[in-house]
């Protein structure tokens, strides 16, 4: 299907704090509790439709690690969107905002937007609970209250933290849930409407490619009315 | 040897990179003497494209404008099916998927790729997977890229062509060559593997390979090695490229920390109890094929520093490996002296 625009994101943060994981769960709307770490680049990539457009993501997943710092910085050229991400149950990663920032802002274009990601990764303190959930539909509410009341107990970093962090630097603040899904749409698309608004406003040449912004072969108006989910660019199996 | 590939759109679907080109007719594809002998020198087409090694699929999604990577380097590509161990090699996944795998140079003028490069294809239904010149173009995904430095590959099963492929992070590949490829594709891969394994000494000694071209202009070739003020050049003429080189850094200094970081995840991985997403309905994640078939850590040695490396301190040569893996791929393949590339 043809699209408007396409727009490269980027998702950076610590190790741990749980990108891939946003990521699957944006394009395949699935959760993998355990994933690889990461080394290079994985890709993932949607469609969405904002203001009746088709515009496509395409989302670069990077290595958290402190020793991939140096090529992670490789990946920044040309992108449209960063999605800054730290982990609610772990302080650490929250402290460590302010380097990952600098290496934004530093690698990549100026207009770039970045949204900060309170994600949590923090696993169920009740094993059963999963269980439950493939036995019993109906018990998976009841698993969603437990594991709430255990996330909250071991949240170290508060969400007005996280607004604060993002007021001072000009950032877009989200807390999401990459296993529950929760906000994790509102926020890979929150980001693309506000890179849209910065388009309409001429803030972006889309006719620099290092803005992270391509113009589609038919920059044609679709039905579409809502900005929402267009399915899985990757789902439906396929190899590696 | 630059890639130019020809036949590049900017067609895009909503799922898919669509690719589309048009491939010279060539005769069977059995010989690799057939190429060098039908054509003049001067006129002598590509027969890595005729091979589907070159210029193929992944390399236009590669450097096609949604996402324009290394787009002065050559890819050296085939088309593998993944497949898992057990009492006989079998398919992982429907016959309509393939993996595609590459690997090429962030800077088209190391001696040797860095970069390995992975995508899976669907192809339509029915269709024929002929990798150098399918009938329509089937959908390809890329899905990841990896610096070659942490990855091992190994020939797996030299009779079913299999290759194996590790990362430092411990996920196996195991990948058979798509059976439409001729046996000398396999050689390719084989020769391909020897060199990242032991290096390639012979990329600007060997004096059967004639350089009839060079990537790197003489005069930016400083003989002393004075890698700096060539990519200071570089830099200044190619700012897309710049960064990339960046990749080429650090990549060493990674490991101790992959390594320690890997022990502490296996430890929270067997603490952990797989929980099983409501909406995951037991699609395959491949877990299983990641289990390594050895603990034997030994190969991550080679992640340090190859030797072509250490042959090579300058770190810039004027003769890109990907065009002397053809031209050394052995006698019973090609004329001693290099008249093609």
Redesign the interface.
């Known amino acids: 299907m043809a699209y408007a625009y396409l727009f490269k994101y980027i998702i950076i943060g610590d190790t741990g704090v749980g990108k891939s994981c946003l990521l699957l769960q944006f394009t395949d709307k699935r959760f993998q509790p355990v994933h690889d770490l990461t080394i290079g680049v994985e890709f993932g990539a949607r469609m969405i439709t904002i203001d009746g457009k088709q515009i496509k993501l395409q989302i670069w997943d990077t290595a958290g690690q402190e020793s991939f710092r140096s090529i992670t910085r490789s990946y920044y050229r040309g992108a449209a969107g960063a999605l800054l991400v730290y982990d609610i149950t772990r302080r650490d990663t929250f402290n460590h905002l302010t380097t990952w920032l600098e290496d934004a802002r530093q690698h990549s274009n100026s207009n770039m937007v970045i949204m900060l990601i309170g994600n949590k990764r923090t696993q169920s303190a009740f094993p059963w609970t999963g269980i439950i959930c493939i036995y019993s539909h109906k018990l998976t509410s009841l698993s969603a209250i437990f594991e709430n009341v255990d996330l909250e107990s071991r949240r170290e970093v508060k969400k007005e933290e996280g607004e604060a962090f993002a007021r001072e630097h000009g950032l877009i603040f989200m807390e999401t849930s990459a296993k529950t899904a929760s906000n994790v749409e509102e926020a890979f698309i929150n980001t693309a409407k506000e890179i849209y608004e910065k388009i309409q406003e001429g803030v972006f040449d889309i006719n620099n490619e290092a803005n992270g912004i391509k113009i589609g072969p038919q920059h044609a108006a679709t039905n579409a009315t809502h900005a929402g989910n267009q399915g899985g660019q990757q789902a439906g199996g396929g190899c590696c | 040897m630059s890639s130019v590939p020809h036949g590049k759109t ?6 898919t990179v669509k690719v589309t080109r048009s491939y010279p007719t060539f005769p069977s594809l059995n010989a690799w003497e057939e190429f060098r002998g039908l054509f003049p020198v001067d006129q002598e087409p590509n027969p890595g494209v005729g091979l589907g090694v070159e210029e193929g699929l992944l390399c236009q999604v590669v450097h096609s ?4 990577l290394f787009p002065n380097s050559v890819v050296f590509e085939s088309n593998f099916v ?1 497949v898992k161990r057990g009492r006989n090699w079998r398919d ?3 016959a309509s ?3 595609a795998l590459g690997v090429t140079s962030s800077v088209p003028c190391l001696p040797l790729p860095n970069i ?1 490069l ?5 192809w339509h239904q029915g269709q024929s997977q002929t990798w150098n010149r399918p009938s329509t173009a089937p959908n390809i ?7 070659l430095k ?1 990855v091992e590959l190994q020939v797996c099963d030299h009779h079913q062509r299999i290759l194996q492929l590790r ?3 411990e ?1 196996i ?1 195991y990948l058979k060559l798509h059976p439409d490829h001729p046996e000398t594709v396999f050689h390719f891969w084989i020769r391909l593997v020897q060199i990242l394994q032991k290096g390639l000494s012979i990329t600007t000694k060997d004096p059967r390979i004639l350089v009839t071209h060079c990537l790197v202009p003489k005069n930016c070739c400083s003989p002393s090695g004075d890698s700096k003020l060539v990519q200071k050049k570089l830099q200044a003429s190619q700012p ?1 490229e710049s ?5 080429a ?3 060493s ?6 390594f320690a ?2 022990h502490q ?1 296996n430890q929270l ?1 067997s603490s ?9 309905s037991g ?3 491949s ?1 299983e094929d ?1 289990i390594p078939c050895t603990r034997d850590l030994r190969w991550r040695a080679s992640f340090t520093y190859g030797e072509w490396e250490r042959e090579n301190p300058s770190g810039l040569q004027p003769l890109s490996l990907l065009s002397t893996l053809a031209a050394s791929t052995g006698p019973q393949l090609a004329p001693p002296i290099g008249n093609s590339i």
């Open positions: 900017w067609r895009k679907s909503k799922k404008p949604e996402f324009n993944q992982i996944y429907k998927y393939t993996m390995l992975m995508a899976s294809v669907k995904f890329l899905k990841r890229i990896l610096p942490f990362t430092v992070t996920k590949y897309s960064l990339i080189q960046l990749m850094k650090g990549e200094e990674a490991l101790s920390q992959i970081d890997l995840q991985r952990k109890k797989v929980e099983i997403n409501k909406n995951s699609r395959d994640s877990r990641s």
